[in-house]
Nanobody, 126 residues
Framework: QRQVVESGGGLVQPGGSLRLSCAAP??????IGWFRQAPGKEREGISC????????DYADSVKGRFTISRDNAKNVGYLQMNALEPEDTGVYYC?????????????????????WGQGTQVTVSS
């Protein structure tokens, strides 16, 4: 079992920012996906990044506000969240899957990922 650990969640006012981190051993060999689940709603794929960082994808709900990145030297992935809205409230999960090639495009489908973190709570409220 590969350990995936998210951090960086918290309480923030509308319009504020947070940066989530995702750490795992040898993360540089894995594609990363970020997902969230709001209360009473299904899990949603919101962003992903390939091994090489140049292939990314975003859900329409976060496009232009969230930025995904990674530091392969540190085996850490990030999700920078700006202009947060109350609708962004939920538990955020990092998920990873081994990628044999750095150029394989990532997806926002949860079934494409093998290992999941425990989640970190993000609450956007005044």
């Amino acid at each position: 079992q590969r350990q995936v650990v998210e951090s960086g969640g918290g309480l923030v006012q509308p319009g504020g920012s947070l940066r989530l981190s995702c750490a795992a051993p040898d993360l540089r060999y894995y594609r990363i996906g970020w997902f969230r689940q709001a209360p009473g709603k299904e899990r949603e794929g919101i962003s992903c990044i390939s091994r090489s960082s140049d292939l990314t994808d975003y859900a329409d709900s976060v496009k232009g506000r969230f930025t995904i990145s990674r530091d392969n030297a540190k085996n850490v992935g990030y999700l920078q969240m700006n202009a947060l809205e109350p609708e962004d409230t939920g538990v955020y999960y990092c998920a990873v899957v081994f990628s044999s090639s750095a150029r394989v495009r990532c997806t926002l489908g949860g079934s494409d990922y093998r290992y999941w973190g425990q989640g970190t709570q993000v609450t956007v409220s005044s």
